[in-house]
Nanobody, 122 residues
Framework: QVQLMESGGGLVQPGGSLNLSCAAS????????MGWYRQVADNERELVAQ?????????????HYSDAVKGRFTISKDSAKNTLLLQMNSLKSEDTAVYYCCMRTGAGRQYWGQGTRVTVSS
């Protein structure tokens, strides 16, 4: 069973930055999909950033962002540390949410972290 642990959430003023981390309990090399979702109250979780693995070390991964965060958020992975990262800049009040990381294997097994809360407020 893979364990995912997010960290880095907190309270930040509008225009500020936060860096989220998602540490996996095993190598992330075999995950074909890694992404960050966010959820506000009981609304549906929204996919904000994702990395689609190329499957080889010599080819770049595919990276995609929702329109709401494009140009402000950057997703990346640190394979040596088995960690998925989300750098969030120019934060807005509407970015306030609980952020979850999600990883999925090629066989379709999906894992979620417990979430980390981000509050953007003055």
């Amino acid at each position: 069973q893979v364990q995912l642990m997010e960290s880095g959430g907190g309270l930040v003023q509008p225009g500020g930055s936060l860096n989220l981390s998602c540490a996996a309990s095993q190598s992330i090399f075999n995950f074909v999909f890694m992404g960050w979702y966010r959820q506000v109250a009981d609304n549906e979780r929204e996919l904000v950033a994702q990395v689609i693995s190329s499957g080889t070390r010599n080819s770049p991964d595919g990276v995609h962002y929702s329109d709401a965060v494009k140009g402000r958020f950057t997703i990346s992975k640190d394979s040596a540390k088995n960690t998925l990262l989300l750098q969030m800049n120019s934060l807005k009040s509407e970015d306030t949410a609980v952020y979850y990381c999600c990883m999925r294997t090629g066989a379709g097994r999906q894992y979620w972290g417990q979430g980390t809360r981000v509050t953007v407020s003055s």
